[in-house]
């Protein structure tokens, strides 16, 4: 199966400094990336995608990075909110629209 | 995201014992999914529909069965739950052409 890993699993960071969400992926076919919020109790939100023929995207204060050289990806939040607090999760996949592979996770504690 | 709800949001059951879960959305979404999220791992496919007539199985099938009753809905059954079926379960759904998936809030399950 896939591999999509984290670096690390919690992360803390202070009000208003940036945030910077690290992940690997294992398969160099992978052709589509998501990153997934998700607040204690709830489902995971959409927070952004990036096709593989792209190297950065950037959304409403959030910019995915991806490097295919080392199969990294990586998601960038500016001027950290407190709600921001969650774990975050990168997904792949190769045949776009059939079976995701999800990471495990970060969470992300953001300090006021 | 209130347009795809599952019931119900928590469940305690006992060894054996068979259980439905459900998933509903409004989004008008074809393709739905069933996952299974657990402390430290990502989250897992079970199954998946890509419309009413089409089932198919994820990484994680044995033990479950689903039935799409119609484009809205879809449900995951176990037919004899086991205490390591102990997890959060998660509907998701899509459009078809785009591979952005919508996550229900979640029904955590206890097998006793």
């Known amino acids: 199966g896939e591999s999509v890993g984290l670096h690390l699993p919690t992360l803390s960071v202070q009000e208003g400094d940036n945030s910077i969400i690290n992940c690997a992926y294992s398969n160099s076919a992978s052709d589509y990336f998501i990153w997934y919020k998700q607040e204690s109790g709830k489902g995971p939100q959409f927070i952004i995608d990036i096709r593989s023929n792209m190297d950065k995207r950037q959304g409403q204060r959030v910019t995915v990075l991806l490097n295919k050289t080392v199969k990294h990806l990586s998601l960038q939040i500016a001027a950290t909110q407190p709600g921001d607090s969650a774990v975050y999760f990168c997904a792949e996949t190769l045949n776009t629209g059939n079976q995701f592979y999800f990471g495990t996770g970060t969470s992300l504690t953001v300090i006021p | 995201d209130a347009d795809v709800t599952q019931t119900p949001r928590n469940r305690i059951t006992k060894t054996g014992k068979r259980i439905m879960l459900e998933c509903s959305q409004t989004k008008g979404h074809d393709r739905m999914y069933w996952y299974r999220q657990d402390p430290g791992l990502g989250l897992r496919l079970i199954y998946y529909?890509?419309?009413?007539?089409?089932?198919n199985k994820g990484e994680i099938s044995d033990g479950y069965s689903v039935s799409r009753q119609a484009q809205a809905k879809f449900s995951l059954s176990l037919e004899s739950a086991i205490p390591n079926q102990t997890a959060l379960y998660f509907c998701a759904t899509s459009r078809v052409g785009k591979e952005t998936q919508y996550f229900g809030p979640g029904t955590r399950l206890l097998v006793l």
């Open positions: 529909s890509f419309d009413v007539k089409d089932i």
